[in-house]
């Protein structure tokens, strides 16, 4: 019961934080997996760009913990987990082999931090469309989302 319990509680946070996340919002859920990706998101890019970023959001509501180990999508040569932060004074990004995923935890992409870099891209990315990306987990396999472009400045 108490199990029962707290996967109700789990899934009443992920409903809030879908809530939250408005309209840009993406759930997506791969079949009898535990995690969901509340949000995934893009910002546009200018024709010719070669790189642009992905930020997306899972919660994981199962027993066991995971890890992101990579992602794919048709509108790039290759995606990149990476990681952005200042030491002694100066902004560094390092790339990422995995991301940990905890039991009843999150992975929260978003600018100036962890995010998925998006290397050769073949067209640009414009706001307001969408492109598929799969997020690839060690224990849960791929995960199909949809990638909302979201207008610069945002």
Known sequence: MLAF???ILALAGTASLLWLAGPAATPAAAAGSDLHVIAASALATVP??????VYVTVHNVG???DQLIGAATPVAERVEMHSMGIRNG?????????????????????SGGTHLM?????????????????????????????VTVQPLGR
């Not at 492109?131 to 690839?136: C, G, I, S, V």
């Open 90 to 110: 100066v902004m560094q990004m390092r790339s990422l082999a995995s991301i940990d995923l905890p039991v009843g935890g999150s992975i929260e992409m978003a």
């Open 48 to 53: 010719g760009a070669a790189t642009g970023a």
């Open 118 to 146: 998006l290397l050769g891209l073949r067209q640009a990315l414009l706001p307001g469309r969408h492109f598929p990306l799969t997020l690839n987990f060690l224990r849960a396999g791929p995960l199909h989302v949809e």
């Open 63 to 65: 027993a066991t913990g």
């Open 5 to 7: 319990c707290k996967r």
